[in-house]
């Protein structure tokens, strides 16, 4: 499983970024051709260390620490990760 920017605010797990392209036009709206997927990427493993998710109860993890824990979790990809807008 993958990490992928999506936009300069949202990010998507999943294993391909042309699946989680497709989640995200379905459950965001847009279209293919949006310019938010212009510079859409995915997470290098630095990336994946630099960043930080908090919970709601305050719990900081990076992404990579989210990601492990949603895998073990069952979580169904691809899906929402992150975004800077919440």
Same mark, same amino acid.
């Given at each position: 499983?993958?990490? %992928?920017?999506?936009?300069?605010? =949202?990010?998507? $797990?999943? !294993?391909?970024?042309?699946?989680?392209?497709?989640?995200?036009?379905?459950?965001?709206?847009?279209? !293919?051709?949006? !310019?938010? %997927?212009? =510079?859409?990427?995915?997470?290098?493993? !630095?990336?994946?260390?630099?960043?930080?998710? $908090?919970?709601?109860?305050?719990?900081?993890?990076?992404?990579?620490?989210?990601?492990?824990?949603?895998? $073990?979790?069952?979580?169904? %990809?691809?899906? %929402?990760? $992150?975004?800077?807008?919440?």
């Amino acid at each position: 499983m993958k990490v %992928f920017s999506m936009n300069d605010y =949202d990010w998507m $797990a999943g !294993e391909t970024l042309e699946s989680c392209k497709a989640d995200y036009l379905k459950n965001y709206g847009g279209d !293919e051709h949006d !310019e938010d %997927f212009a =510079d859409t990427y995915e997470l290098t493993p !630095e990336d994946m260390q630099h960043y930080k998710i $908090a919970d709601e109860d305050g719990t900081v993890r990076t992404f990579q620490e989210q990601l492990d824990k949603m895998i $073990a979790e069952g979580d169904d %990809f691809p899906q %929402f990760f $992150a975004s800077t807008e919440c």
